[in-house]
């Protein structure tokens, strides 16, 4: 795929991931599923643009992921093995976060048929998809090993990445809030400037 077409994918997914999620989004992280799903739809119209735009942004982000994975491969045969499985990994992400980001559309629909404790019990099954998030803090660390053997963008993108995806598994295990800030907001930061580099097509 070309460089340009992965790069503009690579921009889009961060800021309709989390750039919707930031500005836009419905904050229910610290609401029990049977709160969320009041607050949801409370603010139905939103939750429902925000979702499908996340949705869209998943796509864009680990498909760009994986086709930027996919380009790395070359006569390295170690940097080839850490491409290929962290382009892997970020691929599997996909489903997984189709199902996350989209929860509340079916959680709305369930709660206006069935009421609310049915929406309910969607909201609080799509919180088990947020284990995806081992598969991407490992896809992101092989995809930064990958890009520092080759020294691609003089290999500081790669260790930005390795050192992001190395503080956001570590945040998962022990939830510490300097390590979420780091962690996941420096993988879409550095997704959305991998994006940029790539689509000025600036390999050193």
Do not use: R
Request: proline share 2%; aromatic share 10%; net charge negative.
């Amino acid at each position: 795929m070309n460089s340009k077409v992965i790069g503009i994918m690579l921009i889009l997914g961060p800021i309709l991931t989390m750039g919707i999620w930031i500005l836009y989004s419905i904050n229910t992280d610290d609401l029990s599923p049977s709160d969320a799903i009041i607050a949801v739809l409370a603010e139905k119209n939103k939750a429902e643009i925000g979702s499908i735009l996340q949705i869209f942004g998943a796509i864009f982000m680990f498909t760009g992921l994986y086709y930027l994975a996919k380009s790395l491969k070359g006569e390295n045969s170690i940097s080839n093995h850490f491409s290929e499985m962290g382009g892997l990994f970020l691929l599997l992400c996909l489903p997984l976060w189709v199902v996350m980001m989209g929860a509340w559309l079916p959680a709305i629909e369930a709660a206006e048929l069935y009421g609310n404790d049915v929406g309910a019990s969607i909201i609080a099954s799509s919180t088990l998809f947020q284990m995806s998030g081992v598969l991407m803090s490992v896809g992101f660390f092989m995809l930064g090993t990958s890009l520092t053997i080759l020294k691609k963008y003089k290999g500081i993108v790669g260790i930005l990445l390795i050192i992001a995806s190395v503080a956001a598994f570590l945040d998962m295990l022990f939830n510490i809030e300097i390590l979420a800030i780091l962690g996941w907001m420096g993988m879409f930061l550095m997704t959305f400037i991998l994006g940029i580099l790539m689509t000025l097509n600036k390999s050193n």
